[in-house]
């Protein structure tokens, strides 16, 4: 028999990704949970592996539906992506500068949160959804930093504005007007906007940003890497052969 792409049961060193052809005689031991095989086991991706141990991985693959898996690796994601935002401001905010292991960090911590959630499955849906997630959570560090920016160049309008009117028009009310309430429309769309700005920022830079660029493909490299499609091969089952000499 075959199945498709599925991950590992809990607590499984299994790396299924290996190939490694076992031996049809006594005294094998599974892979997964090292109990020895006296009668009849299945090979996993080329890894002996008794019945039981079979019966968790299918189990395994099979937990949840696809829409469950989805938003599992969403939601896990998504919170990886927050702590690696946080870290990669904090160091970038406490140093000065933007060190290149902590983006790649960053992609390691999506990527492994994605792949938890998706059960290992791997896939497409999951690498785009890792990449991201991993894109995200770098360049919304980007944000204060334009905040900071459009603010003191507001100010800087406002404040020779002011003078301008001052001199041309001494005598004029100066109350001031109430601001204009904002709401949560335009809130929404003032971040949106706000995140598409970060986005583009590393690419607007262009060659005066090229190591930057290379780090960030470095880090969705990783993130796509570690959420890879692996197909899980099962035959079986098969008998455990008699030690040469063993009376029949």
């Not at 009849?40 to 949840?64: F, K, L």
């Not at 989805?70 to 994601?77: D, E, M, N, Y």
């Not at 003032?190 to 986005?199: I, S, V, Y």
């Not at 780090?215 to 089952?237: C, H, Q, V």
Request: aromatic letters at 6%.
């Amino acid at each position: 028999m075959s199945d498709q792409p599925t991950g590992v049961p809990p607590g499984g060193k299994l790396q299924f990704d290996r190939a490694e052809r076992a031996s049809q005689t006594s005294g094998s031991a599974c892979a997964v949970c090292k109990q020895p095989i006296t009668t009849s086991y299945y090979e996993i991706n080329g890894h002996v592996t008794c019945q039981r141990c079979r019966s968790r991985i299918i189990a395994e693959r099979d937990r949840g539906t696809s829409g469950t898996r989805f938003a599992r690796a969403l939601g896990l994601g998504l919170l990886a992506a927050a702590g690696g935002a946080g870290l990669y401001y904090a160091v970038a905010a406490a140093t000065g500068s933007e060190y290149a292991i902590v983006a790649i960090v960053v992609g390691l911590l999506v990527g492994s949160a994605v792949r938890k959630g998706s059960n290992r499955r791997g896939g497409w849906r999951y690498q785009a959804l890792a990449m991201s997630l991993t894109y995200s959570a770098i360049v919304v560090t980007y944000i204060p930093q334009i905040v900071k920016a459009v603010t003191e160049r507001r100010a800087s309008v406002i404040n020779e504005g002011v003078r301008g009117a001052a001199r041309s028009a001494p005598t004029v009310d100066s109350a001031r007007t109430a601001p204009k309430r904002i709401g949560v429309g335009g809130v929404l769309l003032g971040l949106g906007a706000l995140f598409l700005l970060a986005a583009a920022l590393p690419i607007l830079a262009g060659i005066s940003n090229i190591i930057g660029l290379f780090i960030i493909g470095i880090a969705l490299y990783e993130a796509w890497r570690l959420n890879k499609a692996i197909a899980l091969r099962i035959t079986g089952p098969y008998q455990v052969s008699a030690p040469p000499g063993a009376p029949a």
